[in-house]
């Protein structure tokens, strides 16, 4: 649906900071519900204050290419498809929390509400 770019955002007095921007590529900028999508996740992540979740710093659109661009703040690490891989390669073992294993297994929905009302 688009793809993420370096980028540099210049500011006054020789500011500057990495971004990351992602780009709706081209095939779909010209599908009112992709960039209808495109836009909300920019908004959404705009509300959201996670360390998970990077923060949009502007929404270009040019209005001659119909292209897109979404600039957010830079965070250095590994990309989630890395991260999945990863992940897969491992194959942690399932982990269970003892005491809540049993009583999920041997939960049972009561189809008798004249307890309810005692």
């Given amino acids: 649906m688009a793809t ?5 955002l210049l500011g006054a007095v020789e500011f500057s900071r990495t971004v990351a921007i992602e780009h709706l590529l081209p095939h ?3 599908d009112a ?3 209808s999508m495109f836009l909300d996740e920019a908004r959404l992540a705009a509300r959201i ?10 929404v270009i659109v040019l209005e001659e290419s119909e292209e897109i661009f ?3 703040e830079y965070v250095h690490g590994d990309t989630l498809a890395r991260l999945l891989k990863g992940a897969q390669v491992a194959k942690a073992p ?6 809540l294993d049993r009583p999920c297994r ?4 009561r189809r008798d509400h004249t ?3 005692q």
């Fill in 94 to 99: 399932e982990r269970r929390v003892p005491k």
């Fill in 70 to 72: 979404l600039v957010m």
């Fill in 49 to 58: 204050q996670h360390p998970n979740v990077t923060v949009p710093l502007d």
């Fill in 28 to 30: 779909y900028s010209h």
């Fill in 33 to 35: 519900e992709f960039i």
């Fill in 115 to 117: 307890a309810l009302r």
């Fill in 106 to 109: 041997e939960y049972r929905p």
């Fill in 4 to 8: 993420v770019h370096f980028g540099r």
